[in-house]
């Protein structure tokens, strides 16, 4: 059972991570600065409960709102731009944040260990939940409670004026700008919110892994982040968590018992899956007969 | 007397200089091939990387079987990575919509994988050597020296670009594949294939990669799997600095990375290094969207 | 459309849970082990090669009648491996799937950065109740960047110790080129392994060693242009070279120095890079390349191992030679604490071959005894080899003066 729990995890910190690029591609931007986001939440969090010892949940916070921040100020200049201008622009962001860590030391001695992060050697013992007796199924249930307030948070969005409004920038940006939306605000916040989320998926990356290093956090991480909500379709939150669940829960753990045959066809899969799937799993036409099939239930009861 | 500044003489600048400005043309080719398929399509095909390398390991792989001269080899490459290219076109372009620009996108960096793993697996992801041209020759004016084999490098990125410019600006196809990315409709109304087109300007971009990844695992001796990653995002940011759709531009990115890693590294060292060409073409992104000759507007 | 991507998914789905949830039927008393590694990507052959040669170490001891049980019984060794692609979360969710199952002992992983994060989940210390940690020993052959061991005490390690093996290296050229006095350090500084050695090991034993280190260059693990940092050396004038690099930028390093014609008196290189892949890349450039090396095929006993792991379609080498040694030390622990091996003894085997492993002083390597260190990490027997017409040649062997 620990190995499904440990999978559940996974599942959840990438469904974080996929849902901080989601809501920026609701706007129409592909940010490949997501990993860089990541990076900043789980040094901070990690700090903040190795070092300073606090408990993960304001650490966590404190990461996610340094990443939201920072994602803020870096959005006015990078949202000048659009399309691949912007991700080629996020990209670079990106990189430079993860070297930015593989150039930080701040270490501290206690206990005749020294902690803290080491530039290109790690950030190693960030080990708040086996110290504080979590059990895998605890852990579990602490990532599903952030991914479910996540994916809660952006349904109602998603269903209320704002989501309407980024859509709106993502459709036709002349159309939104000519009934008065600020596209620069709102391109801001999404970004702004993308970041947070992102910063709080890396916080419990940073926990969940015990030790982080700036290679876990380039440009494939990046790609992981924006594939998982084109994979899985943009007209609904669930479409993102269908993507991680394939990707990692099928392409990675599931088809274990090909082989050597596992990791080339990773590539292939993806291939396959926009080929026939060039909206993402859940399109258009899903979400259409999922809402007539919803509508005929409540008509019969 | 000798003028140090930041403690380098002026003539470790220059020599900087020149070094990466000679190794930033295997950027600059990789970046045409960008240019080429984004200015053609609007899309971009992240997988280009991968097959400019695999077209080169495709000759190492026959270069085992058969010994091979150099330049046999790289020719082998070149025909190979357009072959991988019209691959990628078919998987990746073809049969998705032309709407879901992020779908191509997506399947691009699969297929970089595929490709990737593929060449791991058949070399246990090994280096394995390549053959270079010009290997041992150092041209040497007092402290001052050239590789020769990155000259020979250079040269031939030169050329191929010049043949390229040839044959988009003084050939009936290049007429289409202009015609193509300026008025889809109207050359489609005119006759020509779009398909067509499409899929010849990825066979070219494949042919001229595959002559990059000859020339990068020329200038490095060694081919890895290692190279693909950066390769690609080099290349990349070689063809968005130049202003995607412009080959000149698409040049002048690949040489100007070159000489800026370089510089940087002298100055503050190769940790530092990639940190500040990315903020640099972060600011330069944002500040100056239309790329170093402007013209841009159009693929916004 | 969407009827056969469903279909194909269930379908796949479903094989996958057959694929994992089957078990061979056991006629026999088995005690199993699970190996992982990575099988992908760049780092592929350390994890074929792992594999190939723990196969050989199994079959070895199955075919001389397998272990003796605690209830007197005997068993065979059965064995697993698993692909981590070279992935801290891929490593983490294999090690949990291994702790999940009846396997006793895990062995692995190939990469220091899914060492470090594994022996993070781990208990730290065995008498801790409150540390939920995972309780499951693992014993590694590859991840060789120093220290990591003392993360936990279910961790141990039969990797070179090369603090120890450089501390003496130096010592040895020393006295045995008397004339070189200054030595110039290069190290790839993004990897985790390469970058330890040259600040914690070679940089401070070649002083040590009453040498002076006259500068030192970095590269970057994917790095393809050298011209600077060789310059850089070149500059320096030294007597000879320290590079503590992989094989990839070692092989870029070596091309370029010959380019620029730097020559010095001696190289020394990275312990990693003692294996095929630099050999494969550049045996030119590299002749004469001094590096020490747990493993040589020098004895019987190794050469044995070679020519098996050769057959098993990978290569013994420093790294994946340790692996034969894993498996004879867990064998060999298996019957000294008498393990039971059975489907409820599964916790209380594991318990107790950790503490077994504990316990041990020595063991039995393939070239030499074996120390076991308190913090479960080894000092082993090793040779000096160097790159001598397109092999690794052994030079000195430092045990046997």
Known sequence: MDFIWGLVQILGVHTIIGLSAYVILLTGQVSMAQAGFCAIGAYIAGMLTVLAEWHIIPGMLVGGLAAGALACVVGFPALRVKGLMFTVATLAFGEFVRLFWFNFDYQISRGGFEIGPLGGEGFRQIRFFPENGWSTLEVAIFVWVWVILIMAILWWMDRSRIGAVLRAVGEDELAAQSVGINLTAVKVTAFTIGGFIAGLGGGIYAHYTTHVEHLNFGVLLATFAIAYPILGGLRTVVGTLLAVLFIQGVLVEGLRFLGDLRNILFGAFIVLAMNLRPAGFIDARVTRALGRLFRAERGGA | ?300 | MKKQTLSLLSAVAVAALLGTGATPAAAERTAKIAGFGAKSGVVRSFGVNTEAVMQAAVEHINSQGGVKLGDGSMAMLEMSFDDDRCNAEEGISVLRKIASSDALVAVGPTCSNVAEPLFGILQRSVDDAGDSGLRIPIFTDTAIKGGLAKISEWAFRNVPNETEMYRTLFLWVKENYPDLQTVYGGVEEDFAHSRFTWYNVMDTRAQEAGFEVVGFSKWLLADTNFTQQVREMKKAKPDFVALSSHPFTLCGILKEMNRQRVRPKLMIGLTSSSSMETLQGCSKAAEGIIIPSSFAPVTDAAKMVAKLADEKGGSADLHSAAAWEIVEVIAQVMESEGVMATEDSVQEDRRKIRDGLAKLETTNGLIGTIMREGDGEATKPYLYVHAQDGEWAVLHDPGAS
Request: include cysteine.
């Open chain 2, 1 to 300: 007397m000798e003028i140090e500044i930041f403690g380098w003489t002026l003539l470790d600048y220059f020599q900087t200089i020149v070094d990466g400005v000679l190794y930033g043309a295997t950027y600059a080719i990789i970046g045409i091939g960008f240019t080429l398929i984004f200015g053609v399509m609007d899309k971009l095909n992240l997988a280009y990387a991968a097959t400019a390398l695999a077209g080169a390991y495709f000759s190492w792989g026959v270069g085992t079987q058969i010994p091979l001269p150099a330049p046999v080899a790289y020719v082998i490459s070149s025909i190979a990575a357009g072959g991988f290219g019209y691959l990628v076109y078919l998987c990746n372009f073809r049969y998705i919509p032309s709407g879901a620009p992020l779908a191509s996108l997506l399947a691009t960096v699969g297929m970089l994988l595929f490709l990737e793993e593929l060449i791991v697996h058949s070399t246990q992801g090994m280096p394995q050597p390549y053959p270079a041209l010009f290997d041992d020759v150092m041209l040497e004016w007092g402290d001052f020296g050239m590789r020769g084999d990155l000259l020979f490098v250079f040269c031939l990125c030169v050329l191929a670009t010049v043949f390229l410019l040839y044959v988009l600006y003084r050939t009936k196809l290049g007429m289409a594949t202009r015609a193509v990315a300026q008025q889809p409709v109207a050359a489609q109304l005119c006759g020509m294939s779009v398909q067509g087109t499409n899929s010849t300007t990825f066979v070219i971009a494949g042919a001229i990669g595959g002559i990059a990844g000859a020339m990068i695992g020329a200038s490095v001796g060694i081919l890895s799997p290692l190279l693909t990653v950066p390769v690609t995002v080099k290349g990349l940011i070689a063809a968005v600095i130049g202003g995607l759709g412009s080959i000149p531009g698409a040049i002048v990115g690949g040489l100007l990375i070159g000489a800026f890693e370089n510089t940087f590294q002298l100055l503050r060292s190769v940790t530092e290094r990639d940190m500040y060409v990315m903020l640099l073409l972060f600011a330069f992104l944002a500040f100056r969207p239309g790329g170093i000759f402007g013209t841009a507007s159009r693929h916004e």
